[in-house]
Nanobody, 125 residues
Framework: QVQLVESGRGLVQAGGSLRLSCVVS????????MGWFRQAPGKEREFVAA????????YNTASWKGRFTMSRDNTKNTVYLQMGNLQPEDTAVYYC??????????????????WGQGTQVSVSS
């Protein structure tokens, strides 16, 4: 049984930082690409970042790359999302997900087979 457990939820002020973690069990973690998505109230789920088996990363936009950093630690079966200079528009539930083996469609949520329960990030102005 594959499980993803996210942590790191929090309320921060604009300009603040937060690090999310996602621990994965039930599969050979090092063999799978991973992704982070987010969903704000009333909006569709949005791609945030992805990391490949090799450790290569992809971000929603180039500007996000400067504020968001995704990493993985295969010894801990964990992926991280370090977020900086957070703004109110970053308020959302953040989800980590396991990408289907062999898929390179990082931005498509349908390419991810397993999802965490989500963790709330709230940014006040």
């Amino acid at each position: 049984q594959v499980q993803l457990v996210e942590s790191g939820r929090g309320l921060v002020q604009a300009g603040g930082s937060l690090r999310l973690s996602c621990v994965v069990s039930g599969l050979t973690f090092s063999s799978y690409g991973m992704g982070w998505f987010r969903q704000a109230p009333g909006k569709e789920r949005e791609f945030v970042a992805a990391i490949a088996v090799s450790g290569g990363t992809t971000y929603n936009t180039a500007s996000w790359k400067g504020r968001f950093t995704m990493s993985r630690d295969n010894t801990k079966n964990t992926v991280y999302l370090q977020m900086g200079n957070l703004q109110p528009e970053d308020t959302a539930v953040y989800y980590c997900a396991v990408r289907r083996r062999g898929s390179t469609m990082y931005r498509n949520p349908h390419e991810y087979d397993f999802w965490g329960q989500g963790t709330q990030v709230s940014v006040s102005s």
